[in-house]
Each structure stands twice: as structure tokens, then as C-alpha cells.
């Protein structure tokens, strides 16, 4: 008798297009409460997704996406993220990513004001999460 291990549908979604859409064995997402794991048959819920890393399991294999911000809702084993912007970490230059980065720290410093301050730091933020996501050990 064959055993068929359950998957899950996963689908990231940015406002303009589909970052992802197929089946994984199981993903870590970056939620405003922490990292959570997510098998086949988990509890539904509906959270908010963090500026973050998504690690994605595919067989013996796993991925990394660096997230920017949105919401998830898991249940029957579909798994949709709807998220400001989602870059596989293939897909990011690493040179690139570590010249925003010095640029977002660098304008964290002349920052300004709370306003400033506070744009600073999501920039800040949202560049780590790019050269982390380049720098996840698979």
C-alpha cells in the first residue's frame, strides 16, 4: 500500500501578481507573533504575515522568500498569503541587497523627526529581511 504524504497548497499573492502557486509539504512563516510552522491538517487560522522570511519545504528541499508585510489565512490545507511584495531569494542580487542595505542604515542615521524615523526603519527592515533571505542556510 502506496502512502501518500499530504500536502499543502500554497499560494503567495502580491497586489499585482502570483509569486507562487503549488503544492509544498510543509512552510515557516514570519507572523507579527513570532514564526509558525505550518503541516497539512493545521488549525485554521487568519493572521497577519511580517516583514519577514517565508521558508517553504518541497520534499527534502527548502526555499526562502522574503516577505513585505500582509496576511495569511490557512485552512484545509490551502495556505494563501496576500503580502505588499514577495521576492524568492533566487531572484534577489545579493550585491544589490547589501547596497540597500548600507543605504537604508545610512538613512536610518540622518533621520529625522518620528516620521522619518519610523519610514527609516521599515526600510531598514525590509532590506535585512532580503539579504537574510539570500543568506538562509537551505
Same mark, same amino acid.
Given at each position: 500500500?502506496?502512502? %501518500? *504524504?499530504?500536502?499543502?497548497?500554497?499560494?503567495?499573492? $502580491?497586489?499585482? &501578481? !502570483?509569486?507562487?502557486?503549488?503544492?509544498?509539504?510543509? +512552510?515557516?512563516?514570519?507572523?507579527?507573533?513570532?514564526? +509558525?510552522?505550518?503541516?497539512?491538517n493545521?488549525?485554521? !487560522? #487568519?493572521?497577519?504575515?511580517?516583514?519577514? !522570511?517565508?521558508?517553504?519545504?518541497?520534499?527534502?528541499?527548502?526555499? $526562502?522568500?522574503?516577505?513585505?508585510?500582509g496576511?495569511? &489565512? +490557512?485552512?484545509?490545507?490551502?495556505i $494563501?498569503?496576500?503580502?505588499? =511584495?514577495? %521576492?524568492?531569494?533566487?531572484?534577489? =542580487?545579493?550585491?544589490?541587497?547589501?547596497?540597500?542595505? %548600507? !543605504? /537604508? *542604515?545610512?538613512a536610518?542615521?540622518?533621520? %529625522?523627526?518620528? &516620521?522619518?524615523?519610523i519610514? /527609516?526603519?521599515? #526600510?531598514?527592515?525590509?532590506?535585512?529581511?532580503?539579504?537574510? #533571505?539570500?543568506? /538562509?542556510?537551505?
Open positions: 500500500e502506496q502512502f %501518500e *504524504e499530504m500536502t499543502l497548497n500554497l499560494c503567495v499573492l $502580491t497586489p499585482n &501578481r !502570483i509569486v507562487w502557486d503549488s503544492e509544498v509539504k510543509e +512552510i515557516i512563516l514570519s507572523t507579527n507573533s513570532g514564526q +509558525i510552522g505550518v503541516l497539512p493545521h488549525a485554521p !487560522i #487568519a493572521t497577519a504575515v511580517d516583514i519577514g !522570511i517565508l521558508r517553504i519545504r518541497l520534499n527534502n528541499q527548502w526555499l $526562502t522568500m522574503a516577505l513585505m508585510g496576511f495569511a &489565512r +490557512i485552512g484545509n490545507n490551502e $494563501t498569503v496576500l503580502v505588499n =511584495d514577495a %521576492e524568492k531569494s533566487g531572484d534577489i =542580487d545579493p550585491q544589490e541587497a547589501q547596497q540597500t542595505l %548600507e !543605504i /537604508a *542604515e545610512a536610518l542615521r540622518k533621520a %529625522e523627526g518620528k &516620521r522619518q524615523t519610514e /527609516a526603519n521599515l #526600510a531598514l527592515r525590509r532590506a535585512r529581511t532580503r539579504v537574510e #533571505a539570500i543568506n /538562509a542556510i537551505s
